[in-house]
């Protein structure tokens, strides 16, 4: 297995010294990335994710801990003599140069040959679909065009690994999500170790083969986007990924008792004893709206987004529990607040947490 180990970080620790004292960016993180792999470092900002991207760039070199490339340690060595690229928010194109000689000065600076220079500049503006912008200058190009430049620089000299540090973020909603199917589809094509960072959970569900959740320096969850929505570890998680309604229960038997009284089903309610205080994690969508037996509800108010209407509900004792909807054609669903229904919840969607 350690053959298909891209980077292995190591108890990672970085403590900077500041004037309120030591501030702990990075807390023993251990990680292991695979071999062409997309793997995204998800968390708000001040987590520790960019710290981490920048200990394996080498831009920063860890307090503690090792960080290792194909299984050779290089914690000490500079930027430079690592076959690692990284992608920044801001493009740092040179204003003066042409698109092609934008790519092609990284490759001249590490003495390649012209005609390899020439030929690898050809592929990767290809790559990108940038070939007939080629002589253009960078303020010649859109935002998203000056985004494919820069990746098209970093995958020229084929480093082994890709950091891209919140790339998409200047850019607006309908070129970000276009972007991220051209990333995905570069990675593919290329087979390059990708690690991306972003606080965006909708890039890192749609883009990435795993994902690691942090937060104050220390990773919490790692797995595919499909475990980390549906299976998240604690609260935080829950409520980083996607929206999520939280109920307070008590383990009663192999259900929860709600502070209503009434018992649900749950998974996870094993882990923990009898009457033990619990919280609930139960997403929108999996919320059921209707007027057969389940549990009393009043409708407080419908928030209506296009393709889904957002329904906000008062259980009996006064919790709040938000159900998404998909709106009919006609945009209304019938309900108005003070409306009362039943409430239900898709086999498997009660998730059982630390209270």
Do not use: W
């Amino acid at each position: 297995m350690t053959n298909n180990i891209s980077v292995d970080v190591r108890s990672a620790r970085k403590v900077y010294d500041a004037t309120s004292g030591t501030v702990v960016a990075l807390d023993s993180v251990s990680v292991q990335i695979r071999k062409g792999e997309f793997f995204t470092l998800l968390g708000p900002s001040g987590c520790g994710k960019t710290t981490l991207l920048r200990l394996i760039a080498g831009f920063e070199s860890p307090t503690a801990g090792e960080i290792l490339l194909n299984g050779t340690d290089i914690s000490g060595k500079p930027p430079f003599e690592r076959p690692v690229n990284t992608v920044f928010q801001s493009y740092a194109l040179f204003p003066h140069l042409t698109v092609r000689q934008n790519i092609s000065f990284g490759l001249e600076m590490l003495g390649r040959p012209k005609d390899e220079v020439a030929r690898k500049t050809d592929e990767v503006l290809e790559l990108v679909k940038m070939t007939a912008m080629a002589d253009r200058k960078p303020q010649q190009l859109s935002g998203g065009q000056q985004q494919r430049v820069a990746l098209a620089r970093a995958l020229a000299p084929e480093p082994e690994v890709l950091l891209l540090d919140e790339p998409l973020s200047a850019l607006d909603l309908k070129l970000r999500k276009e972007m991220q199917h051209e990333l995905k589809r570069l990675q593919l094509e290329t087979g390059i170790t990708f690690i991306f960072v972003t606080h965006d959970q909708e890039e890192a569900l749609t883009m990435s083969d795993r994902v690691a959740v942090m937060r104050d320096g220390r990773i919490l969850q790692v797995g595919n986007p499909r475990d980390i929505y549906t299976r998240p570890v604690d609260r935080f998680v829950a409520d980083f990924i996607g929206e999520t309604n939280f109920l307070s229960a008590t383990i009663d038997g192999k259900k929860v008792r709600l502070a209503t009284g009434d018992t649900v089903a749950a998974s996870g309610v094993e882990a923990h004893s009898e009457g033990a205080a619990v919280t609930l994690a139960i997403r929108p969508e999996q919320v059921r709206v209707d007027d057969k037996g389940g549990l009393a509800a009043t409708v407080a108010e419908t928030v209506y987004f296009g393709t889904d209407t957002h329904l906000h509900l008062t259980l009996g004792d006064g919790s709040e529990l938000v159900a998404r909807l998909q709106s009919p054609p006609s945009g209304e669903i019938g309900l108005s607040p003070g409306a009362k229904v039943s409430v239900s919840f898709t086999e498997g969607a009660v998730q059982v947490l630390e209270h």
